[in-house]
T-cell receptor, first 115, second 111 residues
Framework: DADVTQTPRNRITKTGKRIMLECSQT?????MYWYRQDPGLGLRLIYY???????NKGEISDGYSVSRQAQAKFSLSLESAIPNQTALYFC??????????????FGPGTRLLVL | KQEVTQIPAALSVPEGENLVLNCSFT??????LQWFRQDPGKGLTSLLL?????REQTSGRLNASLDKSSGRSTLYIAASQPGDSATYLC??????????FGAGTQVVVTP
């Protein structure tokens, strides 16, 4: 089984709808992240959480909210979806470990289309 | 604000040729630099991580160099194979453990 899973894998929704993307991990990591990827652009950080009680905005948090339900679960919500939120969304986890050697483990991504 | 650039955006080579992928960053105050591989329908996989104090890392046919002072990293893939076809992303890590990604280089290796 994959260490980081995302549901759904694909989603089509209409403008104005509220949707939730879910992420679960079995790696036991405290740190979790949500990114979006647009064609021709790198991944951009939406929100990140360093533990269950710690939630931080990333580079592009407007229009999004998150919930860290447990160490293993981190959900991303679009309160009122708009077409320019059409993108590929990735969840990731990491373990600080030794300073300078932290790497992130990514889920398979959720492809979202907002009509 | 850190900016990460990857050139070229796309690259096509015949099987057996060596691949050279470039990454540049504007702020040299990084904790490490990573190279990732992205396959369609799958998440990113970390290939190599170079700590800020290191000059290079090697794994099999992959070698990555880091020159912090000039803000550059290069990923070399020796004797390319069709299975190397993918998008390669570089990312720098800041002091909080957050990644800043480049847009990626899409590689096609033709048989």
């Amino acid at each position: 089984d994959a260490d980081v899973t995302q549901t759904p894998r694909n989603r089509i929704t209409k403008t104005g709808k509220r949707i939730m993307l879910e992420c679960s991990q079995t790696k036991g990591h405290d740190r979790m992240y949500w990114y979006r990827q647009d064609p021709g652009l790198g991944l951009r950080l939406i929100y990140y959480s360093f533990d269950v009680k710690d939630i931080n905005k990333g580079e592009i948090s407007d229009g999004y909210s998150v919930s860290r339900q447990a160490q293993a679960k981190f959900s991303l919500s679009l309160e009122s979806a708009i077409p320019n939120q059409t993108a590929l969304y990735f969840c990731a986890t990491s373990d600080p470990g030794l300073a300078g050697v932290e790497t992130q483990y990514f889920g398979p991504g959720t492809r979202l289309l907002v009509l | 604000k850190q900016e990460v650039t990857q050139i070229p955006a796309a690259l096509s080579v015949p099987e057996g040729e060596n691949l050279v992928l470039n990454c540049s960053f504007t702020d040299s105050a990084i904790y490490n630099l990573q190279w990732f591989r992205q396959d369609p329908g799958k998440g990113l996989t970390s290939l190599l991580l170079i700590q800020s104090s290191q000059r290079e890392q090697t794994s099999g046919r992959l070698n990555a160099s880091l020159d912090k002072s000039s803000g550059r990293s290069t990923l070399y893939i020796a004797a390319s194979q069709p299975g190397d076809s993918a998008t390669y992303l570089c990312a720098v890590t800041d002091s909080w453990g957050k990644l800043q990604f480049g847009a990626g280089t899409q590689v096609v290796v033709t048989p």
